[in-house]
């Protein structure tokens, strides 16, 4: 991987945790600017080689296979990225109930197991839809 790809890549997943940052109610990182973007480094770092890993374990190259190791690796991220920051983690979330008429969904809590399950599965499918994008 040459560098000008890899700072591509780079910015993109940088981008792209920091949009799944603010879209996640439950995601507890650093208010420090160091330590966040630090933390946020890391994770993007790690996203990069999404590529590489699937090269590495001879699986076809798709959506689907980009998607599974992204999130994969973001949840390794997120963990390792736990050690550096004291701060870095997920919350339980209530979401109160919601009454559209035809459709109602029930007050419900998330897990942080969950919580961070969902942040990972975001961050790798905002990451996907930009390389998607790129590849056209």
């Known amino acids: 991987m040459d560098l000008k ?33 630090l933390v946020i480094s890391v994770i993007s770092i790690i996203i990069t080689f999404t590529g590489n890993l699937i090269k590495f374990f001879t699986i076809p190259e798709n959506s689907g296979t980009r998607l599974v190791a992204g999130t994969l690796l973001v949840i390794i991220g997120v963990l390792i990225s736990g050690y550096i920051a004291n701060n870095v983690g997920f919350s339980v979330s209530t979401f109160e109930s919601l009454d559209l008429g035809l459709f109602v969904l029930k007050k419900f809590t998330i897990s942080e197991t969950a919580a961070m399950i969902i942040f990972s599965v975001l961050t790798a499918a905002l990451v996907e839809i930009f390389y998607a994008i790129d590849k056209k």
């Open 5 to 37: 790809k890899f700072l591509k890549q780079f910015i993109v997943a940088f981008l792209c945790v920091n949009t799944a940052i603010a879209l996640s109610s439950a995601a507890r990182f650093p208010a420090d600017l160091v330590y966040y973007l």
